[in-house]
């Protein structure tokens, strides 16, 4: 009888406190359909009435940048002309110059900063959801809205310059002939696992659509039965503006991928199983003892990054150092260089990361401007984050300085994105802002651009004992 008493005690307190139940719950955040890593760091929590969540998960993945002070408690949040400043504490968060009101203050655990859903939606133009049976945290990214720079920032779509002509997939390894040089970007997709190969400004050919007898618009998929890493291969028209063709592996088990190009046009890309086996012949890199350098100009595309006081795009001045960089590299027989993008293509932080990752690069270095929301900051300084990188950062200011001639901010361990989740000793250059006019002047002069790039490929030749 006591026995069937206290259970109804218990039943009773469920049904009148269902919260304590899922107090030990940690909300998830899904992205556009994607769930958010939360596992370093402090997770998005409820906190009394408001749903908390860490601004740098969020930030990053949509590609904005993140500055933390210390000694304020302040983040600043940016990306191209969009800013937001808050502070740890404070109700009121500045919101591109403007104050908006906080449902709750952020708060500060575990070295994360949590905010209110509700201002990460109103801040970064996102539609947010929360489901509070699943506690989950949706955000979805809204479509763009017209601002006042849209017509110096919008960049018009390539022209097409390749032609997918015939496709098929043997020993683990895709062939995919073109009427044109085409350089993919490759990027993995988990539950399940796929490795997706996206071809940009290519289309497919009308004798490839003719000889697809199930479609009319060139989609199909090759059934693969003689591959242990492989099930299917799946091909599309991912996108018509600009144009892009998307192959996706459908795997039976986790692999990594390379692609590399053959003669008259012909795209390889050699996938591995994560236990090693591989049954086709090396692709990107080769085994021949070169080092593998990653030069990552950021930005790129709609994401200009920070405007200059005259106008001008962070993208290009990333871009121009970036190509140098790799121009000066390429003389160096021992040294094989892969950049993310030539042009002003649109690449996420994941996808630079895979990038390096899939190329299983020695070295990963980024190259940014910096800007601030007032002209008075202004010098370099070399960001890492992760113990094995700071090395790296010390060469490579050393190196920077002298030639540089702008204020010395030093090298600071800061977590971002593409310097966190690399696994090779990663860097990001800040080398100059854009916001201060002298830093501005001079990072825009071709010999500044051509003395930074000496100075860094002097920094990575030092650093690889070469």
Request: hydrophobic content about 40%.
């Amino acid at each position: 009888m006591k026995k069937w008493s206290a259970a109804v005690v218990i039943f009773l307190f469920m049904c009148l406190f269902p919260i304590a139940a899922q107090a030990g719950v940690v909300p998830s955040i899904v992205l556009d359909g994607v769930t958010l890593d939360q596992r370093s760091g402090a997770p998005a929590e409820n906190v009394g009435n408001a749903v908390m969540v860490p601004i740098r998960i969020v930030s990053e993945n949509l590609g904005y940048q993140v500055k933390w002070e210390k000694e304020t408690k302040s983040v600043l949040v940016q990306k191209g002309s969009r800013s937001i400043a808050m502070m740890a504490g404070k109700d009121i968060a500045t919101v591109n110059g403007r104050p908006v009101e906080l449902d709750s203050p952020p708060l500060v655990k575990q070295g994360t900063t949590l905010v209110p859903l509700r201002f990460v939606g109103e801040g970064m133009g996102l539609e947010v959801g929360w489901d509070n049976g699943t506690k989950t945290v949706s955000l979805r990214t809204a479509p763009p809205v017209a601002e006042q720079d849209e017509e110096a920032n919008t960049t018009p779509s390539p022209s097409l310059k390749a032609e997918l002509q015939s496709i098929r997939f043997s020993s683990n390894r895709l062939m995919i002939t073109t009427s044109g040089e085409v350089k993919p970007k490759l990027s993995t997709l988990g539950a399940p696992d796929r490795i997706i190969v996206d071809m940009p400004e290519t289309t497919f050919s009308e004798s490839f659509i003719q000889g697809q007898d199930s479609t009319s618009d060139g989609s199909g998929s090759i059934v693969v039965t003689d591959s242990t890493v492989v099930s299917k291969v799946r091909y599309a028209m991912f996108s018509h503006s600009p144009s892009t063709v998307r192959i996706v592996f459908d795997l039976k088990q986790s692999a990594t991928a390379k692609w590399s190009l053959g003669d008259n046009h012909v795209l390889l890309v050699d996938l591995t199983a994560s236990n090693g086996e591989s049954a086709s012949q090396p692709a990107l890199p080769t085994d021949d003892g070169n080092k593998i350098v990653i030069i990552d100009p950021g930005h790129g595309g709609r994401q200009s990054g920070a405007v200059s006081i005259s106008g001008k795009y962070e993208k290009d001045f990333n871009l121009a150092v970036g190509l140098k960089v790799q121009a000066l590299l390429q003389k160096h027989e021992d040294i094989q260089t892969v950049i993310t993008r030539q042009d002003d293509t649109e690449l996420s932080l994941q996808q630079r990361v895979e990038m390096a990752e899939l190329n299983q690069a020695d070295l990963f270095i980024s190259i940014h401007g910096n800007k601030f929301t007032t002209p008075d900051p202004n010098g370099i300084e070399t960001l890492y984050s992760r113990i094995e990188s700071k090395t790296l950062a010390d060469v490579l200011h050393t190196h920077i300085m002298p030639v540089a001639g702008l204020k010395d901010r030093g090298v600071k361990m800061v977590s971002l994105h593409v310097t966190r989740e690399t696994s090779m000793p990663a860097v990001l250059l800040e080398l100059g802002f854009m916001s201060n006019p002298t830093d501005e002047a001079l990072m825009l002069t071709a010999d500044y651009q051509d003395r930074c790039a000496e100075a860094i490929v002097d920094g990575i030749i030092e650093f690889l004992g070469l």
